[in-house]
């Protein structure tokens, strides 16, 4: 309890500095919380391609009776440093999903969770209404993969942890300020890849993304 | 080659965006640092690992004496989900009959069963061989004990839902509390077998040289390249074997830093070679990123995340079976690549130098410590 207590003194100092430390033209803060859909399918332009994992389960199972489509809650923490209309700052953000798939032919099953901390530049222009923004970076996705795959009336189970160590993400979106909340939407680029062990072929976990959420800045 | 290649590309950017900028905007990229905390994780203490550290490095002839403690509360139980070391098996000592999966099988790869706190002191001293190189020489003593925190440990992770009877919670509620037990079995033999808590047994040294080559500018990152060099201790008698390799071990960060205001973002990659490995890994991934939000010209609150590659080789172990998740499976997150939060507060002033922070891991791997509090202290002239 005295290391929780200490945290928050800790973070709302922080947040008391920060407030009473800077003028609102030189730097801004946000925090966002945003969700949508990701399609885990859909390699992103440039950087991603295309990923054989659940593909080669589909060759002996049958095709998948979900879509590709994964919905993960955001949260994010963005600075800027402004300079007259542009600005370039620093974000990180945390994304988390989950996901089960199935197959047509048989009772085969995957489940996938997966945990992404991304953090990289963004580049910003604060107009009078909206505040367009575009950015890039990296980070790290932490990921458990289940299998129970069956073939011929018998049954493998499968479970393979992993972690992708370098993504790279690229965005753009735009930010609608209302009295210090607003909207924001983002549209993201992610490549992700984890070679899962039991086919030895990967599996994407980014994709293309479209977020929508609320912000706080101050 | 990829290193040499990164440092050219770095090198013809600053030329053509900041060669201007850099002096005018000496110092803007440069902030207290990053927490410089290394990995705690017991099987990695005998080796060298490489540590985020600030770009910035002292001038020429400066001095800093420092002397650090970091705690680390480390609990892994891999045969925890069969029940099948308890506090029964800890008290009359573990064999390796209790690391055979449920069916009595030999486990191919790694197993675990690890209680125990690390106390890891170390005395640094740094010094400024120019306004750019910085050479630096480090000490360990450490000790591996029952500690304390297993029951806080215990109470937070109840506090916040997390069952110390599963996962989530390690399995820690199997255990008796603050015990200190050290084993781990490879391919059904004993790497490491040892209930024989140890008190401040002299590591390995190492030094480094850190070279700031760029200060960056309106654009441009600051940029420090760190090389770092074990000494080999081939005295491995006894406990000794748990905290020296006795081995020569080096490695290298590459560390970039830009400010925004009274921010200091930080991103480091680098790579631990490990001369003698005993059978874990031989060369260890280290990323980190860091932000810096300095109160004043003499203090921070840092937060910082850091990646690293296992100390676990993966094994040849199958990951699938016939009859359910088996041990091989669930044990093969050891040999996975991990990540852990850390949040600390640096203050400097022309004489004192502070640290403090502490690092937790939010994976839920078998290969990383559960919780970490750490203190440098020091006096710079």
Known sequence: MRLYSKLLLTAASLLLFTFTGWSAEKTVLYFALQFGNQDTGSPAPVVGSKDAYLSTLENIHGPLKENREVSPKVLSFDFYKTSGSFASGFGLEVHSYNKSYSFENDDSSVNLSAVGLLYGLNFYYRGDFWYPFMGFGTGNYSVKVEEQLTTEGSTTYGTVFGQVDKPFYYKFGVRIPLNGIGIVFTQQYISADLKVETENKPLSLGGTASFIGLYYAF | ?381
């Open chain 2, 1 to 381: 080659m990829k290193i040499k290649g990164l440092l050219v590309f770095l090198a013809v950017l600053q030329i053509f965006f900041s060669r201007e900028e850099s002096v005018l905007a000496r110092g803007e990229n440069f902030g207290l640092g990053p927490l410089e905390i290394r990995p705690q994780f017991l099987v990695n203490q005998p080796f060298l690992a490489m540590s985020p550290e600030n770009t910035l490095t002292l001038k020429d002839g400066e001095s800093r004496l420092s002397f650090g403690l970091e705690i680390a509360n480390t609990f892994v139980n891999t045969q925890g989900p069969t029940g099948q070391i308890t506090k029964t098996e800890t008290a009359r000592g573990l064999t390796l009959t209790d690391f055979l999966d449920k069916d009595g099988n030999t486990v191919n790869g790694f197993s675990l069963y690890l209680d125990a706190e690390s106390k890891r002191k170390k005395i640094k001293y740094r010094y400024g061989l120019s306004d750019s190189l910085e050479f630096k020489l480090e000490l360990p003593f450490v000790s591996f004990d029952g500690g304390s925190m297993d029951s806080t440990i215990e109470s937070v992770h109840s506090m916040i839902g997390i069952s110390n009877f599963k996962k989530g919670g390690a399995y820690r509620a199997l255990s008796e509390l603050n015990q200190y037990d050290y084993y781990v079995v490879k391919d059904g033999q004993f790497v490491y077998a040892s209930t024989k808590q140890i008190y401040n047994v002299r590591g390995e040294p190492h030094m480094d040289l850190k070279w700031n080559f760029s200060e960056g500018g309106k654009v441009m990152p600051a940029a420090s390249i760190k090389l770092s060099y074990k000494f080999a201790n081939t005295d491995r008698s006894g406990e000794q074997k748990l905290i020296r390799s006795g081995g020569v071990d080096w490695g290298h960060y590459f560390i970039l830093s830009k400010g925004f205001d009274n921010w200091i973002v930080y991103f480091g990659d680098g790579q631990t070679r490990i001369g003698n490995d005993h059978g874990f890994a031989s060369s260890l991934y280290h990323r980190f990123m860091s932000m810096e939000y300095r109160f004043s010209e003499e203090d921070s609150f840092v937060f910082q995340t850091v990646s690293q590659s296992s100390i676990f080789p993966t094994s040849s172990a199958s990951s699938r079976s016939t009859s359910g998740e088996n041990q091989e499976q669930r044990n093969s997150n050891l040999s996975v690549p991990t990540s852990v939060s850390a949040f600390g507060y640096k203050f400097l002033s022309d004489l004192i130098f502070w640290e403090t922070g502490f690092v937790q891991d939010y994976n839920n791997f078998g290969n990383e410590t559960d919780f970490v509090l750490f203190w440098e202290m020091g006096v710079h002239w």
